[in-house]
């Protein structure tokens, strides 16, 4: 909090009791006093001061401080949203999840324990590794090149992505408050618990559109894209953590995040520029012989 009320700005520092960053009048070790007038309010203000190197020093830190923030501004600046506040409505757009008690809700519950009791050992090794999700799980989908430090923008974008995303999801969430299946049954309980709500699955949500976006900038590679999207979202339910219906929805409500998203011309902007990192990212280089233009050994 700001001392005493003080407010910092151009040509002010941190003593409330001055301007401009000078000390206030009457401090004893200055000598003498000058006429300066403040730069935001424009009043000619009585300076006590010890000579011309001590307004000197004092002009040099308010500019070293106006510098910095100037430098420091466009790291700490907030990118907008490429979503329109509230669209998508996950509560418009989601029919609700199955009602507490009821037969919809305890059938909902059986099927969770079913996967859950049938899942393999590497199923649940793999469920864990994606707890962690990124664009770069898609990786063992679209090939060893698909590396976050060969793709920085990449990197970039989807985390902008990501994070508008779960704040759709989170609407839902809290709206409905489900809970999670192993508050249901305690013999479904594996892994670190989690403290938000169930519905809709934010990791299902996440990775179809992680995987529908993927499967554009990778059209050739779209068949193993989808497929491990949905794979993604499943392997909640294995792990205990989401109902099936829960996976449903965050599908459906994926499918939706995309069609918002493509209706900002500045995703779409920056999309076909992450589409073209990835194309670069992943074609291979050819051998070129000195002197000589397009020429591969293969073509020798």
């Not at 004893?28 to 009585?46: C, D, M, N, Q, V």
């Not at 992505?161 to 309980?189: C, F, M, Q």
């Not at 920056?270 to 397009?294: C, M, N, Q, W, Y």
């Amino acid at each position: 909090m700001r001392p005493n009320g003080a407010h910092y700005g151009v040509g002010q520092a941190f003593e409330p009791a001055g301007s401009g960053g000078f000390p206030a009048p009457g401090t004893p070790h200055l000598r003498g006093t000058r006429r300066w007038k403040a730069p935001l309010t424009g009043r000619l203000e009585s300076l006590p001061y010890k000579g011309l190197p001590a307004l000197r020093i004092c002009g040099g830190l308010a500019s070293l401080l106006l510098l910095t923030q100037l430098v420091a501004a466009p790291l700490f600046a907030q990118e907008p949203s490429y979503l329109h506040p509230g669209h998508p409505d996950p509560i418009v757009l989601l029919a609700p999840p199955p009602l507490p008690g009821s037969a919809e809700q305890a059938a909902d519950l059986a099927s969770a324990r079913a996967v859950f009791r049938a899942h393999t050992t590497n199923d649940a090794v793999l469920a864990e590794l994606e707890t962690k999700l990124s664009v770069f799980s898609f990786a063992s989908a679209i090939g060893p090149q698909f590396q976050p430090d060969r793709l920085p923008k990449t990197a970039a974008f989807f985390k902008r992505v990501l994070k508008d995303t779960k704040e759709v999801v989170d609407a839902g969430k809290e709206h409905w408050k489900r809970h999670r299946p192993y508050y249901e049954d305690a013999s479904l309980a594996s892994g670190e618990m989690e403290k938000t709500y169930s519905y809709p699955s934010g990791h299902s949500t996440r990775a179809t559109v992680q995987a529908l976006l993927l499967a554009e900038a990778v059209p050739d590679k779209t068949d193993a894209i989808l497929d491990l999207g949905r794979g993604i979202g499943w392997r909640r339910v294995l792990l205990g953590h989401h109902y099936p219906t829960d996976i449903y929805a965050g599908r459906c409500l994926g499918q939706a995040v995309v069609r918002e998203l493509k209706s900002n011309p500045a995703f779409v902007k920056d999309f076909a520029e992450v589409k073209a990192e990835i194309t670069a990212a992943l074609s291979p280089k050819e051998s070129r012989i000195p002197g000589s233009v397009g020429v591969s050994p293969a073509s020798r």
